[in-house]
């Protein structure tokens, strides 16, 4: 009795001890109509009136309006060309607009190449890959807005990618993207087509285009480049002059065995891709570490929807209310991945890297509205500011160049 007496107060103290030292506080927060309700549906006349609806919500956040804060462009010397962020709008298309970003600054660094290459081209190929894996497989297949960073350079091999000027894919003057109609209405075409059990494959795929033709237009065959006309796949490998094999996506997850290529499990990967490089998190963070001062960049996702993603601060950290940094292991991660509290939400693109207190701190370049709600004329419009901690704990999966990381990928 006196022993379990003794363990007893033996846990009182220590929680009591943790608690002592726990130093971040939370806040419940009013969110304000921001970028998304005041720009995006505003360019849509259809949506005005939601926007005109919208209220202030309140959320639970950690308080960060006295911490110091490294949230400043100008911090942070050690980054890398990029074009300037854009709004992927009302469409669940971040893992185009991250990764095309990347492929871009791809372009930069082993070309010494300028470009502005086009989201949308991939998006519209993209579903039509979706809609014809669904047909074929009698709508056992996820049809949805969301897909992964390594759909990007699949659809590159296959259909090929064009400058952003030739498919924009925002007609009668829009500014910005809004795919409600447009999916919902490829959506609606596939469901029919299960509960008819009609499964035309090249009739449905001809009707997957009509719609998307009607909404984001016709994409090129075809781009003039110097007076010459070059295919998709012809601007690729002969202008932009990039490989799709050659980038590798790293993943750290315990479900799977390290050190072998594993199936990242979640929705957005529809095709079920094996081509994950999955390492424990230790190497996962060594690995992203090095690759940035090497002078790479990464298109990187994870979670996003944590009391720490700070949209006023345009900060994300890790409140050790949640859990305090040294105990964010390999157990922490995997248990947040299994119970759905990190969830694979977003992609964004990291372009550069900061060292605070023997920490790093990065530069993401976003393209969500979240990070579109401070001063339209700041520098810091389009950015996040991602802590070590954050990474390590919800930021699931990276792709980056497989030169940047041959000695890992020989442990393979």
Known sequence: MKQEISVFLLLFVSLNIMAQNNKDRAIFRESKPGFYQNYILRDDLEMKERKDQASATRSFAMDLSSASLPNKIELYKNKQWHNAPVSQGATSTCWSFSTTSFLETEV???????????????????????AGRYIRERGNSAFAEGSEAN??????????????????????GRKFHNHEKMFGEMNNFLKSMKENSSWNEAEGIETIKSIMNHYIGVPPTAVIVGGKSYTPLQYLTEIIKINPDDYVDILSYIQEPFYKKVEYKVPD?????????????????ATLKSVVRKGYTISIGGDVSEPGFDRETQCAVIPDFDIPSAYINDDARQFRFSNRTTTDDHGMHLVGYLEKDGRDWYLIKDSGSGSRNNDLNAKEFGYYFFSEDYIKLKMMDFMVHKDAVKDLLLKF
């Open 108 to 130: 930069y660094r082993i070309n010494k190449m300028n470009v502005k290459l086009s989201e949308m081209f991939t998006v519209y190929w993209e579903y039509v890959e979706k």
């Open 151 to 172: 759909a990007v350079t699949r659809i590159w091999k296959k259909y090929g990618v064009v400058p952003y000027d030739s498919y924009t894919g925002l007609l009668d």
């Open 269 to 285: 990967n529809w095709w079920h891709s094996a081509d994950y490089y999955n390492v424990p998190l230790d190497v996962f963070m």
